[in-house]
């Protein structure tokens, strides 16, 4: 989820007007405290501490796969958005372990556990560091989710790294540009709705998801977007899916507030079969039917 406020875009402004760049942690809200997930789902998991490539110690959650007497599916890797730290959002995917599938799920520095302060660049190195850190337990069939912010963490990870290669890629509600997510934001407030152009130019988009997405031809790409998504429009992903080359797709859910997505138990079951028949990308309406399933 993208959050800003108020007081922040101030402080934005008046760093831009002292002539200072950056702004970028208006785009990263995280919380140190971990709540009490696992108990209220009913999941077990693997406390994992690793490092990024600067060393800044990095913390995750391995939840296995519940199904007993087969190997798993596969590891699904979650990215998460720009709030709170992991044990918030976990509650988006844990349930894939009852499928077959392994969930692993990391906090950026600076949120839960993790040490550090994040930055655009330093949380796609964390990102690398977790697909590494996978690849070094044996995982071969790697699909990462990433939602939000995290969409724009796992394009930057796959666009800058031609070494990592993973089965497939989901982004969930992720915007094009982080300039043009700022402008949008900015937008919708009468305070700074005049000088929403001048202000995102204080915001770099050297790690804008649409600079990456041509160049990932190579995986099978899920775009998946709300029509009501009141925070991160659906042009967003409209604009990466026309940009993306080779095997895509984009599904747009209806009557769904961002980040929800994954909570509807519609949802669930489409990504659920989708997962199922992975490389080969179904229309959201077909994921699940009979003729689909069987091919």
Known sequence: MIRFSILTRLICFFALMLNLSGCQSLFFWPTPELVDSPKRFGFSYENVEFQSSDQTRLHGWYLSSTLSGENSRGTVYFLHGNATNLSYHIANLYWLTEYGWNVFIIDYRGYGRSEGEPDFQSVIQDASSGYQWLRDRGE????????????????????????????????????????????????????????????????????????????????????????????INKKHSESLYAQAGGVKRLWIAQDLQHGAIWQDKYWQQQLICQLAQWPKLMPAEHACSTSASQN
Do not use: C
């Not at 070494?163 to 094009?176: P, Q």
């Open 140 to 231: 071969e069939n790697i699909i990462v989710i990433g939602q939000s912010l995290g969409g724009a963490i796992a394009t930057g990870m796959l666009g800058l790294n031609q070494d990592i290669r993973v089965s497939g890629l989901i982004l969930d509600s992720t915007f094009a540009s982080h300039r043009e997510i700022f402008r949008d934001i900015l937008g919708k407030s009468w305070l700074f709705w005049g000088l929403q152009i001048p202000l995102s130019w204080s915001i770099s988009d050297d790690y804008a998801p649409q600079n990456f997405i041509a160049a990932l031809s190579h995986t099978p790409l899920l775009i998946v977007h709300s029509d009501a998504d009141t925070v």
